[in-house]
């Protein structure tokens, strides 16, 4: 049964930084690409980022320069580093494993 917890969302005030997490489990996860997604109330869920089995990354134009991806195979976790944050990033964000697995969500919230 694959499994992927996420963690490390929360409240942070404009400019500030947060750091997501994703635990997989049941998961070959050295062989997958990973990836996380966000969806903002009334909006569709949309792209933030992602990483290749290999290491590459992909992010979308509005995270670019401010979020990093990145993973720990020997951990099973891949990362969001979220720096300059912005009210119009909050949203729930889903970590996605390989093709068809997703966790929870995490709530993200940017506001004073």
């Known amino acids: 049964q694959v499994q992927l917890v996420e963690s490390g969302g929360g409240l942070v005030q404009p400019g500030g930084s947060l750091r997501l997490s994703c635990a997989a489990s049941?998961?070959?996860?050295?062989?997958?690409?990973m990836g996380w997604y966000r969806q903002a109330p009334g909006k569709q869920r949309e792209l933030v980022a992602t990483?290749?089995?290999?290491?590459?990354?992909n992010y979308a134009d509005a995270v670019k320069g401010r979020f990093t991806i990145s993973r720990d195979n020997a951990k099973n976790t891949v990362y969001l580093q979220m720096n300059s944050l912005k009210p119009e990033d909050t949203a729930v964000y889903y970590c996605?494993?390989?093709?068809?697995?997703w966790g929870q969500g995490t709530q993200v919230t940017v506001s004073s």
């Open positions: 049941g998961i070959i996860f050295g062989i997958n690409a």
């Open positions: 996605k494993g390989g093709t068809r697995y």
């Open positions: 990483i290749g089995s290999g290491g590459t990354t």
